[in-house]
């Protein structure tokens, strides 16, 4: 199946601090990545969609300002989360799709963020 | 309003012992139905694709089925390697490419 790699894997950063997680698809042109939130032991929760070359659509509740997305390639995109707080400490999972009629989603390995 | 839901929310099993998980949607016109895997601390690993009712998937001792409501998840003869959550989701034709996903069901095969 086609592969998602996401980076870092694990960071810890102190509240106040911003921190960037990356979203690459490696072997395929992603026209759509998805940026979901996971609390312990629920499902995915859907914080944006991103389209190559326009600005992404957050879902409601989700702050803008906050979580920065960029979805700067067909290749690339990146959750950025801005001052940082305690309570944006999450499992971060990214997720590609070709965009074809009836494609699949594949996921990044997710991004475990810790605040301090 | 459409939705998924999954059923049990958790299951234990013996290894050898077989059962099924039970995914419920309802969407207006669906485009595919799909199960993932999901480990701890893991991004989720897709299994199968369903697209159409009566349509069946099969992968080691997986095997998916999609009728027009619901789709099930057979488990064979599992094996503690087997113990993940499993997440079903599906893509509706007037969601675009977006993905609605249902809670899981939490799996745990005992040696």
């Known amino acids: 199946g086609a592969v998602v790699s996401q980076h870092p894997s694990r960071v810890i950063c102190k509240s106040g601090t911003s921190v960037k997680i990356e979203c690459r698809s490696l072997d395929f042109q992603a026209t759509t990545m998805f940026w979901y939130r996971q609390f312990p032991k629920k499902s995915l929760m859907l914080m944006a969609t991103s389209n190559e070359g326009s600005k992404a659509t957050y879902e409601q509740g989700v702050e803008k300002d906050k979580f920065l997305i960029n979805h700067a390639s067909l290749t690339l995109s990146t959750l950025t989360v801005t001052s940082a707080h305690p309570e944006d400490s999450s499992f971060y999972i990214c997720s590609a799709t070709s965009g074809t009629h009836t494609g699949e989603l594949f996921f990044g390995e997710g991004s475990r963020l810790t605040v301090l | 309003e459409d939705q998924v839901t999954q059923s049990p929310e958790a299951l234990r099993l013996q290894e050898g012992e077989s059962s099924s998980l039970n995914c419920s949607y309802t969407?207006?016109?669906?485009?595919?139905l799909f199960w993932y895997r999901q480990d701890p601390g893991k991004g989720p690993e897709f299994l199968f694709t369903?697209?159409?009712a009566g349509e069946e998937k099969e992968k080691e001792r997986l095997k998916a089925t999609l009728t027009k409501k619901e789709s099930f998840l057979h488990i064979t003869a599992p094996k503690p390697e087997d113990s993940a959550t499993y997440l079903c989701?599906?893509?509706?034709?007037?969601?675009?490419?977006?993905?609605?996903f249902g809670p899981g069901t939490r799996l745990s095969v005992l040696p």
């Open positions: 989701a599906v893509q509706a034709n007037n969601y675009g490419q977006n993905f609605v």
């Open positions: 969407v207006s016109g669906l485009r595919g």
């Open positions: 369903l697209y159409s």
